[in-house]
């Protein structure tokens, strides 16, 4: 469609509804929408599974286990990256998505069988969960952005993420709903039937933007032939948004620790321990849902509109070392709270989206073979990088200020990371705005 002609329309009811949160012009409505469902039913559908995957590990291997699987998970996605890497290269987005999804769905079948088969897989399904939860919400990602330009993302992708925002606080409270009357593993095939129409709109999308897109020749062909490690390897760029992705998740981890081993020593004091811990993170989790949803649907769009995707990266990072700072000073629980809730919430609206957003100026290999790298393996080494602080600070008995003082130096390395991006986007920016001259 023609600019001309998107002047010449006028908004529909949906798209006018849609402007409260983002600038979003006629005939962009649907597809946002679409796209927004997408991810809130994906999200649904984790956050449904999600205590699935705890009560089988935590009633059969224990906690223990549970702590060394989260640690293995890294090591996972050093052989499954190259496996969806060279899926991606003999086939199209389509496929791909479609491909990934239905194997997620074939495996919850199967494990809803070997459930009432009375077979214990506790390990191998927190394993298959962590595999789940960041393969396809990763290639949903991908796929909005091949759809957008980079000038739409940053107008749009904030829409987008309200799905992902309401819909991990929808699939808490449906899981709570149904886990009781349910089971844990009829609600696999909820989650199965969630994800049968989340392909659905997939291909809705795909064919709503291919009929009207000058690129759909291209979505038709092969992904490409790079591997998503090579890509990241060789290309600078990408290589910093894996190390920004690496580093931002090790300090959040270890803020998270930080808070639990607060709450554990405040919980001793308590008439009952247990529902100290229980209370606190109840309300806890509600603020951090609450404020990142508002911030998903009347900041995000607005932040990155008017000061960019570069200089969105940093309001997470700063955010994250004036908490720290803090704490290194006045360990105390209140604080503790409050900095994780601005934290957390930030990361689930705002650092969320911009991360995604990288990826708009990049190559279609990049968009599904890079950040699937990026978002698995750099992450989960995050993890496991803040379990080996966690490990060696808890030997050199390490309090909650020292603990403090590591993640503020981390932070200083986050935001030099995220400095080397912007400058790097800017001179491509130079680059390409002397090529057209």
Known sequence: MSSTEVQLR?????????????AIQPGEGLTAFLLMMNVFLLLTAYYIIKPVREALILGGAGAEIKSYAGAGQALLFLFIVPLYSAYASRTNRLRLVNGVTGFFISNLVIFYF??????????????????????????????????YTEEQGKRLFAIVGIGGSLGAIAGARVAGWLFEPLGPYRMMLVTASLLGVCMILTNWIHHREGASNREHAEARQPIGTAGGFRLVLRHRYLFLIAILVLLSNFVNTTGEFILGKTVAEHAKA??????????????????????????????VSRIMRYIGVGATLFFLPVIALGSYTLLAFVPVLSFIRVAKIAENSTDYSIQNTVRHALFLNTSRDA?????????????RTGDALSALLV??????????SKFAVSNTIFVFLWLAIAWAIVRLRNRRRMADAETLA
């Open 10 to 22: 006028r908004k529909n009811g949906l798209e006018r509804f849609l402007s409260l949160f983002a």
């Open 114 to 147: 070997l459930g009432r088969m009375q077979l214990q897989f506790g390990v191998v399904f927190f394993l298959w969960v962590g595999l789940f939860n960041v393969m396809l919400v990763a290639q949903f990602w991908a796929l909005a952005n091949d759809i």
């Open 270 to 299: 308590a008439s009952n321990s247990q529902a100290f811990i229980g209370e606190f993170y109840a309300t806890f989790f509600f603020w951090v849902n609450l404020l990142g949803a508002v911030l998903q649907m009347f900041a």
């Open 367 to 379: 968009k599904y073979k890079a950040q699937s790298a990026v978002e698995s393996f750099f992450w």
């Open 391 to 400: 490990f060696v600070g808890t030997k050199l008995a390490f309090g909650i």
